[in-house]
């Protein structure tokens, strides 16, 4: 079975803090991760990571796939009041496109 | 948001009764999914289409089923609800078989009395 962990489970920061989420796996047939951001409504994509894309950045957010280490990160700079949400891990293994997520890393941040 | 709609956006029920949510997309994607999410649980895969009258389980399908008639319509049946069943649910489409990403519909809160 697929298992997804994230940590920490919740986080609270000041605006302007870097912050760094965590999310490790056991996936058979690893095929990507990906992260998602939820507000209080549908998760929306941030990143996929794959073996053949380890890094993506995308402004203040990036994100690194450790592939030896079953693991990910997700780096936020100088953190706004607007990122505040639940940041979401998933992974996709073997053939069927499956996502499993993690329970998700709630991040407060406070002016 | 992907072109996913999904119906009724909330609605509240009573324990026994039939429910049936609504994914409709306006892209022709082939892939879609239902997940359910709950404190403590994160988001759980119910079941999955891949394709006009294709479908699979997820691993929390007990107490659902699916059909998939059209492939922009993806319904999902609770035949007796229960309070366990309680949560929100989101539909997913996936855009092709070059990528993994999902993207997901704006979600139903289902209360089961």
């Known amino acids: 079975e697929d298992k997804v962990v994230q940590s920490p489970l919740s986080l609270v920061v000041h605006e302007g803090d870097t912050v760094t989420l965590n999310c490790s796996y056991e996936?058979?047939?690893?095929?990507?991760l990906l992260w998602y951001k939820q507000e209080k409504k549908a998760p929306t994509f941030l990143f996929m990571l794959t073996s053949s894309g380890i890094e993506k950045k995308s402004g203040r957010l990036s994100s690194i796939l450790d592939k030896k280490e079953l693991s990910s990160i997700l780096n936020i700079t100088a953190t706004q009041t607007g990122d505040s949400a639940i940041y979401l891990c998933a992974v996709v293994g073997g053939s069927n496109y499956k996502l499993t997520f993690g329970k998700g890393t709630l991040l407060t941040v406070n002016p | 948001d992907a072109g996913i709609t999904q119906s009724p956006r909330h609605k509240v029920t009573e324990t026994g009764t039939p429910v049936t949510l609504r994914c409709h997309q306006t892209?022709?994607?082939?892939?879609m999914y239902w997940y359910r999410q709950d404190p403590g649980h994160g988001l759980r895969l119910i079941h999955y289409s891949y394709g006009v009258k294709d479908t699979d389980k997820g691993e929390v399908s007990d107490g659902y089923s699916v059909s998939r008639s059209k492939t922009e319509d993806f319904l999902l049946t609770l035949e007796s609800a229960t309070s366990s069943q309680t949560s929100v649910y989101f539909c997913?489409?996936?855009?092709?078989?070059?990528?993994?990403?999902?993207?997901f519909g704006p979600g139903t809160r289902l209360t089961v009395l």
């Open positions: 997913a489409i996936r855009p092709g078989q070059i990528t993994d990403t999902q993207y």
């Open positions: 892209e022709n994607h082939r892939y």
């Open positions: 996936v058979t047939n690893f095929r990507s």
